[in-house]
């Protein structure tokens, strides 16, 4: 039998051959802009953490599945992280890929959307407010769903920090964060 950790494993090892197929395809296309938006959010913990986050996208250049109901696409962020709670605080730096399916036509001007990312994280600390993270090194696993118009995008996720149980005590940390973009 396959362990619930062991299943994780493998997810994220699909998730990330799947990232480095798109980066590959996205690294020979002619696109001039290195950065397609910029974003802020701000978000909290179960345990009433205030979460604030600074990004820049990178979006695919390439779509995926695309039929009379939708596409799949997706970008690449790198964001700036600060956790804090009654003095306690973390910074950090997340690396993710993000898998985006948007609904509806191409040529509409307002694009509902879904998505899901696993990406990676480096944090200053392990420990917040009693909560012992383990490691620096830590996954970050996000779903969401937001509306992209056409020079913004506003987007609900529900975030999980964790470090995979590479090394116990794994407490992780859930999040619920409200961003909004600007897309140039």
Request: glycine residues 8%.
């Amino acid at each position: 039998m396959i362990s619930t950790q062991n299943k994780g494993a493998g997810m994220k090892r699909w998730f990330l051959i799947l990232s480095l197929y798109s980066f590959t395809i996205n690294s020979f296309a002619e696109d001039t802009h290195f950065i397609n938006e910029v974003s802020i959010g701000i978000g909290e913990s179960k345990d009433n953490i205030g979460i604030y986050r600074l990004g820049a996208k990178k979006n695919f250049e390439t779509t995926f599945f695309e039929s009379d109901y939708g596409w799949l696409s997706g970008y690449y962020e790198a964001s700036l992280n600060y956790w804090e709670k009654e003095g306690d605080q973390i910074y950090g730096i997340v690396l993710s890929p993000v898998f985006v399916y948007y609904m509806g036509s191409k040529s509409n001007t307002i694009h509902p959307y879904i998505e899901a990312s696993i990406g990676v994280a480096c944090i200053s600390d392990t420990m917040i407010q009693g909560r012992n993270m383990t490691t620096n090194f830590q996954f970050e696993d996000r779903v969401g769903a937001g509306i992209k118009m056409e020079s913004f995008d506003l987007n609900a996720r529900y975030m999980h920090y964790s470090n995979a149980s590479i090394k116990q005590p794994n407490s992780g940390i859930d999040i619920f964060i409200f961003t909004m973009s600007y897309i140039f």
